[in-house]
């Protein structure tokens, strides 16, 4: 095709990258430890004041450590997002836990706190909760936590996509009693790939460090107690993170931009809606997404062909968890009392829109019209 790509969501490099990145070639710390990494946690700790940072090769490796951390084994139940990337509850299978998957509720597409109470009087005693803040939209963190601390059961907040939100005016990730973010190459920003886990309890910290380094236990010879991993991030990765940081708060005004651009030009559309906010929280738009109501002909299958024939990136909604082949066998906690599921309507008729922001005006101008076009605007 011949047409110019319009991304989803691609990374946007500036140039200060570069200059950590020479630094650690200039010094030879192309390793998976250095200054860079030091930097980078402490530049993140103090922007999200999440207390204490751990850089990792991913944020999928966050989680498991978080998992690890408060000793998920053998059959323990995790209550987890169900709309949500599989990240979220891979590492559960790794330490052979079993997932109870939490429906969304419709205001915010995130983790149900009605579900989640009913999921307690089902299964009372879940070794932790791992609640998502999908696309950038903090979940209703305030009933979460209420009822997750009513519990005794430890909140792990998976702000893979949030970093940079807040809620009540502070970080999404630093909430529950462990935190992740994601690196990823698509995600706000990027260090083409890697991770972090937070957490105020600094030994907690330095436990999950300590893991993430094959657990080798202090001695001048090798010697290990426990099982360990390679899930550090390298020191030239952590180069990319810190030019990115510098540029975190310009990309989250730029996303914020684009949806409302699209909440404004669709709003004469009955139809659409777009992927909800929090009234409590400052979203990082991550992505923009779309609902198309329930009676409208048009289904996201059509609207993602129209904009792929222009060379435009859009994509499904994430699959919800539980109608995963992978995970089938695995309960499901439902948001209304019909048993029916909010995530699998949001799947249904939901799609992601092109949230690129190095995408011009008229790249917008011609995504906005492509879709108004397939409702005969
Ligand atoms: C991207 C993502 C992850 C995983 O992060 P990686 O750095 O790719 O391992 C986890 N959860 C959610 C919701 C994500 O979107």
Redesign the pocket.
């Given at each position: 095709m011949s047409k110019k790509r319009i991304y989803l969501s691609s990374p946007t490099m500036h140039g200060e990258e570069q200059k950590y990145v020479q630094e650690a070639f200039d010094t030879n710390w192309v390793a998976p430890l250095g200054p860079n990494v030091n930097a980078l946690e402490q530049e993140m700790a103090a922007y999200t004041q999440c207390g204490h940072a751990a850089a990792l090769s991913?944020?999928?490796?966050a989680?498991h450590l978080a998992l690890r951390l408060l000793g998920i084994g053998q059959g323990d139940i995790v209550f987890v997002s169900d709309l949500?990337?599989s990240?979220?509850c891979n590492p559960i299978a790794y330490e052979k836990g079993t997932p109870v998957f939490i429906d969304s509720e419709p205001d915010t597409w995130n983790m149900s706190p009605e579900a989640l109470e009913r999921a307690f009087e089902k299964y009372p005693e879940p070794k932790a909760v791992i609640c998502?803040h999908?696309y950038g939209t903090p979940a209703k963190l305030d009933r979460i936590m209420e009822i997750c601390e009513r519990h005794h059961v430890p909140l792990i907040e998976?702000a893979?996509?949030s970093l940079g939100s807040t809620y009540k005016g502070r970080h999404t990730g630093t909430f529950g009693k462990y935190g992740?973010y994601?690196?990823?190459g698509n995600?706000i920003i990027t260090t083409s790939?890697?991770?972090m886990l937070v957490s105020k309890e600094e030994e907690a910290v330095k436990r999950a460090t300590f893991l993430a380094t094959q657990a080798r236990d202090p001695a001048r010879h090798y010697q290990h107690s426990q099982i360990g991993y390679n899930y550090r991030m390298s020191n030239v990765t952590a180069g990319i993170g810190r030019g990115q940081l510098l540029h975190l708060e310009e990309h989250k005004a730029k996303k914020k931009e684009i949806y409302r651009k699209y909440r404004e030009a669709f709003s004469d559309i009955p139809e659409i809606t777009m992927n909800p906010m929090n009234p409590d929280g400052d979203a990082n738009c991550w992505l923009s997404g779309m609902l198309i109501a329930d009676n409208s002909e048009i289904t996201p299958d059509i609207i993602m062909d129209a904009l792929d024939a222009e060379n435009i990136e859009s994509r499904p909604v994430w699959k919800p968890m539980h109608l995963q082949p992978v995970f089938a066998g695995y309960d499901f906690i439902p948001h209304n009392e019909d048993g029916s599921s909010v995530g699998e309507r949001v799947f249904n008729r939901g799609l992601c829109l092109p949230s690129d922001i190095k995408n011009t005006d008229e790249d917008m101008e011609l995504i906005i019209g492509i879709i108004r076009g397939c409702f005969g605007k």
């Open positions: 991913a944020g999928t490796a989680i949500t990337f990240a979220s998502v999908l998976d893979a996509e992740i994601s690196f990823n995600k790939g890697g991770g």
